[in-house]
């Protein structure tokens, strides 16, 4: 019997997909075990899916105020999350069967855990068969400053690391980068090789990640500058007496 474990998913317009990824979540899970879902003002039929489940370990927060978009809305979730593991979870992924228990065995050495994963269509079929292989991804604090490979949907990490993370700054480029940096300053990151996520890429994702930037260079200097601020002004707000 392992402790408890929180997942934290974001959900907007997310009906197509996400009955699939809450079934890939929950079997795996622990009857203590909790999913809160924070939902951006769907409009679609995500909510009445999500319900439809009636499982006890799901938890339903509607944000209905301002400002939208995935930073504010994974924010939410994890401002809410009861427990000292917590794993991050898109509304249209597949979880392969075993990843709860080996992050939940890697996080005992580790601040923050984040995985490799496949790539797939809105089919199912495989795009990629390694993220980090095609991303070429790896630890470090000016590595991922450069080319992040810190991917949300395939991370978890313990509530020592999101003490410091919240509130998570909307002005950063994502919240998994913010919590990626973070782990790189303060703790232990690990980079796990085994792909445990079916991430799926399709016309509506709300992430990008995976397909190449439309930003220009200078946005992407402006997007790391910006960063680069959030985390000092964090830092220091932490050493502040």
Known sequence: MRQPVSVCMATYN?????????????????????VVVSDDGSRDETLAIIRAFADHRIRILERTGRPRGPVANFGHALAHARYDIIFLSDQDDLWFEH?????????????????????????????????????????????????????????????SLLEKALPIPLQVPMHDIWLGMLAEWYGR???????????????????????????????????RCRLLLCLAQRILQRRAP
């Open 14 to 34: 997310g009906a197509r997909f996400v009955a699939d990824q809450l079934r890939s979540i929950l079997y795996q899970l622990q009857d203590d075990d909790e």
């Open 99 to 159: 990843k709860v228990e080996t992050v939940v065995r890697l996080l005992q050495e580790s601040d923050l855990v984040v995985t490799d994963c496949t790539l797939i269509d809105e089919k199912g079929r495989e795009l990629v068969g390694s993220f980090f292989e095609r991303h070429r991804s790896r630890p470090g604090f000016w590595a991922n400053l450069v080319r992040n490979s810190y991917l949300g949907c395939c991370m978890a990490f313990r509530r």
């Open 189 to 223: 990151p690990c980079f796990h090789p085994e792909p445990l996520v079916a991430y799926r890429r399709h016309d509506t994702a709300v992430s990008t990640t995976g397909a190449r930037s439309t930003n220009s260079l200078w946005q992407k200097i402006a997007l």
